[in-house]
Nanobody, 126 residues
């Protein structure tokens, strides 16, 4: 397993943008999944976006068209570009990485088997 460290969170007004970064080190599997999850106070953790080692991406319906996940394999950095932020995007954001178990990345598999960072807070005010 590897290590992950998030950065880039902060406070922004609705409609603004933020870019989260996750510096990774270690081995996560020959075919890996990487993703961003978030958890708001009193709510369950939810998957926001995932990316496979081949570049295939997945997004939660609530962020489609607003967020973009990307990976820089040369620098071992996972990023999440967040645009048109809404107050309901307020949460602690975590990055995760782990082996791909099935034919495609799965949020439950990544939650259960992945390595996690400690999170970075995103606060969106109205």
């Amino acid at each position: 397993q590897g290590q992950l460290v998030e950065s880039g969170g902060g406070s922004v007004q609705a409609g603004g943008s933020l870019r989260l970064s996750c510096a990774t080190s270690g081995y996560f599997g020959s075919t890996r999944c990487m993703g961003w999850f978030r958890q708001a106070p009193g709510k369950e953790r939810e998957a926001v976006a995932m990316i496979e080692s081949n570049g295939k991406t997945f997004y939660a319906d609530s962020v489609k068209g607003r967020f973009a996940i990307s990976q820089d394999n040369t620098k071992n950095i996972l990023s999440l570009h967040m645009n048109s932020l809404k107050p309901e995007d307020t949460a602690m954001y975590y990055c995760a990485a782990g082996p791909r178990i099935g034919a495609t990345c799965s949020a439950p598999d990544l939650s259960r088997l992945g390595s996690w960072g400690r999170g970075t807070q995103v606060t969106v005010s109205s």
